[in-house]
Each structure stands twice: as structure tokens, then as C-alpha cells.
């Protein structure tokens, strides 16, 4: 058979791809552990043989590779020493002298090869450099990368490449693969194989290359020199094949070789793993998947054979007085094909805002990871809150909503920060009262931001108009235009929280809320008492009373149309006079209560839950029973849920007012602020009083009647 023509054998170049969290942990580790030290360190990249025909297989270098332990690397890679020489200044980095670094380096894989080291561990033959210069001003890491191996002189000469399907059958490369997942722990990047005279396909460490060579003569068979190949190319060979050739060639005689010019098969393996998932072409129906079972999946099979041509030994090295290793290349081009350095800019990443941000987002993570599986933090986290109130339960709210990662927080509030203020209300300082009138929504929506700068925190000054505050013709277009923004923010968030400090001021943001069908969450203060409930979201056309499962809003209880509470009223009724540990305890459950109901599958409509031994569905949020009430005393360290359905004479969410504000307008509302029983006329209160009025004087006349007989 006539011998295959030669050209000289050509390798495909190492590529690195070092990820952002490398980067940032040399950042750490220079800032808190290094210093200006310039030692060299030890650390461990890995790269993955090719099975893709578009895809070239990088050394890639994370986080977990400082340090030369190389368990963190999963056992598909193969695992590379490396070392890493950090400048301390750019200067340094650019004047760096490289060529003695590669030489040293490449000294290195030689003395191995000279003590014999590299024939028990071939992994040795492979070693990588990273000269890096880290600005940790401004986050850019200079970096460049070097991967040491040997010039052979004269270059050797190869075949053409043929695949290994033309090598293997089927069941052949099956075996191939299951062999070398056989090997060790961790993919070794160096191996051997044999096929036997019978077909046998045979697996071992490099080491019984020599053993299976000297043995083709009397007993038949072929032994191959194998590499895990990370490129994908059918026409040339990887990098780690320079060194395993220059290694071949320095120890032939322990390979069984002669001195003179000798010829090996040598194996790109590129085989996916036993059991891997084929690629989309392939699996693309039943027929094709029973096909690539049967021929052990040879379809996939990326592998390589070529039959390589050393040139004649060179004096082989010894422990002592051993020759100079071959000449060495190594230093990886950049991105236009040149010699030199690359640049990872991570200021984008790196800078404290962003890792505020990825932070909040990890200790919400680490709760799902173990704890709760079922958590969903990008929901909470998109949620828009809207905060009616600025002063004590507004601040506590919003920073528990920064707890839980929320984003966009948007205070409604008319008022300014008081000295009384900054004591109570978290979101204030003392500088605030000093400065003057610094309003409050504007105090707090800055404060957020000062806190979490990826928060997305707004304010509005805006007066919530309110029944029994009459609103004059002088003031009545302002009022509207304060109403209309009113309703556009109401109908722009995703959940509204009441936390004004009087009854009817929540009365409007109540009503437009049923209107624009949103979840409420209600909190107030009593001295030492407090309520926290959700509103009902009505469905269109939906009334409440008898026969409505919908649940109450804050007025639903009420049989009186809210008023003007700050009438004839002495300073301390005039003020939120509670206890200070209220508004804490108040806030925190009025925010779990909302992050509980967004894991509820029917969120605002889920039924209420009254607590151990309810009958409803307390399982359907991960987090726990969703109640409609809360109502806690401190005196008696009590809480207590309960249930509340709506009223059909609601003067906040009954249909009849809502039809009257959806026909009407403003002109509705004008109305309700300025006339004291129009509410209660409009919903059925008044005629409900005189009826109530009347049975009571029945009541009273049959009394008398029978106090005179």
C-alpha cells in the first residue's frame, strides 16, 4: 500500500476566555491579601476537548482558580497549572519581561520531561501563564495570556487527517469513549489507546503506549497516542499536541522508539461523554436517536486520526547535565491577530452600585436556594409600590420593600419634615428640619436612593383631597389636576399602601384603587394597636353584601361617610400618637402580607385565611396563610386575623359609587368633598339611618306601653 503524502503537521492555537469573576476576585485578593507583593501565584484553569464542529474550546479561569487545587474543576475538563504574575503598575506590566517568563515556564515542562515526572503525570506537559496588570480605580484588568510548548526541529510532517469513523466502528468508539470515562476521577489530557488484532479497543495512561508499541510486532494491533483535542478543526490538530509530540520525541527509547526518524497515529479525540445529550440535528427524530444508539452514537464523533512523522531524537535529557530545551513559542495574539495584551473593562460591573444590586439579589437568592424553592424574586422585585404617606408607617414600609428587593417605590405626601420627624421616621435626618421646608416624599424618596442607588424611588407633593375638606371655586381646577395625577399613579403601580395619618385621607386612594381594580394593603395606628388588611379588588359590575365573596375595603365597616377627623381636635388628637414600636411591627406586616399574597396564585383575589385550622386554602402561598385582617395589641402581645366581606353601602367601593365616579368624574368627587351627606345619601347610609331610627322609636313606643300598663 502505497504511503500517504506529508506536509508539515500545523496546530491550532490555544484560545483563553477568562470570565468577569476571575478578574474580580484578583481585584479582592490585590486589595486585601496581596498588596504590592509581585510573587508569582499558583493558579488552575481547565478546557473541555471539542465536540462541536463550531465551537472551539477555550482554557477558561474563574473565581475557584486561585490556588493549585484542582478539585473545584469538574471531571469532563481537563485541569492546567498555571501562573499568574501581577503587575503593580501598567509601566510594570508593559515592561514586564515576557520572554523570560515563557522561557522559565517552558523550562519548567522540561525539567518535568527530564526527571521523568511528565511520563507518570503527563499533565504536566501543558502549563499556562497570565501576566496581569489590575486598576482597581477603575476596574480595567490588562491581561495576557501564554501558552508554553517546544518548537520541534525539523517540524514534523503528518498525513492528511482522517476521521474516526474510517478508524472505528460503532461499537468501537463506544467503547473508546467508555474507556477513557474509565480512566481516573478528572479527563486526563494525554492517553493511549490500542485496537487489537481482534478488534478489541483498549484504554490506558500514556505510560502503556510503550508497552503496546513494542507488542505490535509479534502480536498485532496498533497503539495511537490520544490527546483531548479542544479544537474543533477536521484538517489540524490542537496546541497540547506540540508538547506531547516534543515529550514523544525526547523519550523514545522509553517509548519504544528508535533514535532514527519514526511515524505514530495519534487520536484528536474530541468524543462527547457516554451519554451525552446529542446535538439538535441528531436528535431530531425518534429514527435518528434508535440510529445513533445503534452504531454507539457515532454520528456525533468530532475525533481526528493522523499519522505523525517525528524527526530523529535529539540527545535525550537526563537528571544531570541535561540539554537545553528546545526553543519556545507560546504568547497568545489578541483580538486583530497580534502579539499583545487584551483589556477586560469591568467598571460597568464593579462599580458599588452594581454590586449593591447583585448583593440585595443574592440574599434573596440564598433563601431560594435551600430554604424556599418556591420563592420568586424577580416578581417581588418588579413590583410597583405606591406609598400614600411619607411620615412613620411610609418610611418603615419602604424600607422593608427594600428588604425584599423591590425596585420602584413612589411616595405620595403634601407634608415637610418637622424636627419631631427624623426620631420616628427612618428615611429623615436632622439635617432635613434644619434646611427648612424639605418636603417629606421628596426627603424620602432621596434617602432610598442614598441607600440602594438601583432603586427606583419618585416623589409627589400632592394634597389627597378628601371628603368633609370643602374645596372652594378658587382652588377647584388645582384639586382636580391633583385628583387626576391621583388616579394616573394609581393606575401605573401594582399595589397601593395606605399609611396617611387620617381616616378619610385614605378614602380617594381607596376608591381609585377599586376603580383601577389594584391591591390595597392598609396599615393604622391605634396608641397601642394597630391594623394591617388588604382590600378586595372588585370585578367589574361586582357589588358587594350578601351573597359577594369579595372581601371588604377600610370603609366597608363603617356606616358613616369619612369627615373632617382634625375638627375641634387638641394637638395630641391631632397627632399619630402611638407607641414607637407600633409602626415597625405594623409596616413589617403590612409588606409580608403583600410579598405573600404575590406568591398566592390568585394574588389580590385570594380567599382569607383566619389561621391555624382554617378550612381555606393556607398552602397556596409557600409563605404562609393569607389573611384579609390583622389586628394586633401590644398590652397583650396579641395578633389576631379576621374576615371582613364588602359592603353593598360602601362609600369607598360599593359599585354604586364606583358607577357614580366612572359617569361623573370629578364633578363626583367635588361633590363628596364638599357636601357632608352625599356619600351617604348616594350609597343608601341616610335611608339606612332613618329606617334604623324608626324601629328604634317602635322599639321605644312599646316600651312605654308597657310601662303604662
Known amino acids: 500500500m502505497a504511503a500517504l503524502p506529508q506536509t508539515i503537521l500545523q496546530f491550532s492555537p490555544f484560545q483563553s476566555a477568562p470570565e468577569s469573576t476571575f478578574f474580580a476576585e484578583l481585584g479582592r485578593r490585590k486589595l486585601h491579601t496581596y498588596g504590592l507583593s509581585d510573587a508569582a501565584i499558583d493558579i488552575i484553569g481547565s478546557f473541555a476537548r471539542a465536540e462541536r464542529a463550531e465551537t472551539t474550546s477555550p482554557l477558561c479561569v474563574g473565581a475557584d482558580a486561585f490556588g493549585s487545587d484542582a478539585s473545584s474543576v469538574p471531571p469532563s475538563l481537563c485541569a492546567i497549572p498555571g501562573t499568574l504574575h501581577n503587575a503593580n503598575t501598567l509601566e510594570d506590566f508593559k515592561e514586564f519581561d515576557k520572554t523570560a517568563l515563557l522561557e522559565t515556564a517552558a523550562q519548567r515542562i522540561w525539567d518535568d520531561i527530564s526527571s521523568g515526572a511528565a511520563l507518570a503525570e503527563p499533565e504536566r506537559l501543558l502549563r499556562f501563564l497570565v501576566l496581569t496588570f489590575a486598576d482597581l480605580k477603575t476596574h480595567r484588568y490588562y491581561y495576557w495570556f501564554a501558552f508554553p510548548a517546544f518548537v520541534i526541529s525539523p517540524p514534523p510532517e503528518a498525513s492528511e487527517p482522517i476521521a474516526i469513523t474510517s478508524v472505528l466502528d460503532g461499537a468501537q468508539l463506544s467503547a473508546l469513549r467508555q474507556g477513557f470515562a474509565a480512566l481516573s476521577p478528572r479527563a486526563p489530557p494525554f492517553f493511549a489507546v490500542r485496537l487489537t488484532q481482534g478488534g478489541v479497543v483498549e484504554v490506558d495512561a500514556l505510560l502503556r503506549f510503550a508497552e503496546w508499541r513494542a507488542a505490535e510486532a509479534s502480536e498485532g494491533g496498533e497503539a495511537l497516542l490520544a490527546f483531548c483535542d479542544p479544537c474543533p478543526l477536521l484538517t489540524n490538530p490542537g496546541w497540547p499536541l506540540r508538547n506531547l509530540l516534543a515529550f514523544v520525541g525526547a523519550m523514545m527509547p522509553k517509548f519504544g522508539l528508535p533514535d532514527e526518524a519514526v511515524s505514530v497515529r495519534v487520536l484528536c479525540f474530541r468524543e462527547p461523554p457516554p451519554g451525552a445529550s446529542m446535538s439538535l440535528t441528531n436528535a431530531s427524530s425518534a429514527a435518528s436517536l434508535e440510529l445513533s444508539q445503534e452504531l454507539g452514537g457515532s454520528q456525533n464523533a468530532r475525533s481526528i486520526v493522523l499519522r505523525v512523522t517525528l524527526p530523529a531524537r535529539h540527545e535525550a535529557p537526563s537528571q544531570s547535565g541535561a540539554p537545553p530545551p528546545p526553543k519556545s513559542v507560546g504568547w497568545e495574539r489578541n483580538s486583530v491577530g497580534k502579539l499583545g495584551a487584551r483589556l477586560m473593562d469591568l467598571s460597568a460591573q464593579m462599580k458599588p452600585e452594581t454590586l449593591a444590586e447583585a448583593s440585595v439579589d443574592l440574599n434573596l437568592r440564598l433563601m431560594r436556594w435551600r430554604l424556599m424553592p418556591s420563592l420568586q424574586t424577580e416578581k417581588v422585585a418588579g413590583t410597583r409600590c405606591l406609598l400614600m404617606g411619607a411620615g412613620t408607617l411610609g418610611c418603615a ?281 352625599y356619600l351617604e345619601d348616594l350609597t343608601g347610609l341616610t335611608q339606612m339611618h332613618a329606617e334604623t331610627e324608626a324601629a328604634l322609636e317602635d322599639i321605644s313606643l312599646l316600651d312605654d306601653d308597657a310601662e303604662d300598663d
Open 397 to 677: 414600609v419602604a424600607r422593608c420593600l427594600l428588604g425584599w428587593g423591590v425596585r420602584t417605590i413612589t411616595f405620595v405626601d403634601s407634608g415637610v419634615v418637622s424636627y419631631s420627624n427624623p426620631v420616628r421616621q427612618t428615611l429623615f435626618t436632622f439635617d432635613d428640619c434644619v434646611s427648612g421646608a424639605t418636603p417629606k416624599a421628596q426627603a424620602a424618596a432621596d434617602a432610598l436612593r442614598r441607600i440602594f442607588p438601583s432603586v427606583e424611588a419618585t416623589a409627589h407633593r400632592i394634597a389627597i383631597p378628601m371628603p368633609g375638606h370643602s374645596v372652594g371655586p378658587e382652588v377647584a381646577q388645582s384639586v382636580k389636576a391633583d385628583c387626576q395625577a391621583l388616579s394616573k399613579l394609581v393606575e401605573d403601580h401594582d399595589v397601593v399602601f395606605l399609611l396617611t395619618d387620617t381616616r378619610e385621607s385614605r378614602w380617594l386612594p381607596s376608591l381609585l384603587a377599586a376603580v383601577h381594580g389594584k391591591l390595597v394593603i392598609n396599615a393604622a395606628l391605634g396608641f397601642d394597636s394597630l391594623l394591617v388588611m388588604r382590600h378586595g379588588v372588585p370585578k367589574q359590575g361586582q357589588s358587594g353584601g350578601a351573597g359577594t365573596s369579595r372581601l371588604g375595603c377600610y370603609f366597608c365597616n363603617d356606616v358613616v361617610a369619612p369627615a373632617n377627623s382634625m375638627l375641634r381636635r387638641t394637638l395630641d388628637q391631632q397627632c399619630t400618637v402611638s407607641r414607637p414600636g407600633l409602626s415597625m411591627i405594623a409596616s413589617a406586616l403590612a409588606v409580608e402580607l403583600m410579598v405573600t399574597l404575590l406568591h398566592h396564585p390568585k394574588v389580590g383575589d385570594a380567599d382569607a385565611d383566619i389561621g391555624a385550622g382554617s378550612t381555606s386554602a393556607v398552602t397556596a402561598s409557600p409563605l404562609g396563610c393569607v389573611p384579609h385582617q390583622i389586628r394586633a395589641s401590644l398590652p397583650m402581645y396579641r395578633n389576631d386575623v379576621m374576615i371582613g366581606q364588602a359592603f353593598d353601602k360602601c362609600t369607598a367601593c360599593s359599585s354604586t359609587v364606583l358607577d357614580a365616579f366612572r359617569e361623573r368624574g370629578f364633578s363626583f368627587l367635588h361633590e363628596a368633598f364638599n357636601r357632608a351627606t
